[in-house]
């Protein structure tokens, strides 16, 4: 979406509708407000999706997929010959 944006505000400036600063001032603040959202929503999301994964409803589960699987790291041994 950044790319769209940029290529937005780009068109916006040399149509002539609006001028370099006020597309400044207007990326500044989505952005501002965009970080704002993704920083208060994501605890939200994250207890919605883990509260919905463990619903019996299988609609609801495929929905939300199975979520982050934890990785085993495999054991090295450090001894040496």
Same mark, same amino acid.
């Given at each position: 979406?950044?790319? %769209?944006?940029?290529?937005? +505000?780009?068109?916006?400036?040399?149509?002539?509708?609006?001028?370099?600063?006020?597309?400044?001032?207007?990326?500044? %603040?989505? +952005?501002?407000?965009? %970080?704002?959202?993704?920083?208060?929503?994501?605890?939200?999301?994250?207890? %919605?999706?883990?509260?919905?994964?463990?619903?019996?409803?299988?609609?609801?589960?495929?929905?939300?997929?199975?979520?982050?699987? +934890?990785?085993?790291?495999?054991?090295?041994?450090?001894?040496?010959?």
């Amino acid at each position: 979406t950044v790319p %769209l944006a940029l290529l937005a +505000a780009f068109s916006r400036v040399f149509v002539g509708v609006h001028y370099p600063h006020d597309v400044a001032a207007g990326l500044l %603040l989505g +952005a501002a407000v965009a %970080l704002t959202v993704v920083a208060l929503a994501t605890g939200p999301a994250t207890r %919605l999706a883990t509260t919905v994964r463990g619903s019996t409803a299988p609609v609801a589960r495929w929905i939300t997929g199975p979520g982050p699987q +934890a990785t085993a790291i495999p054991h090295t041994s450090h001894r040496r010959p």
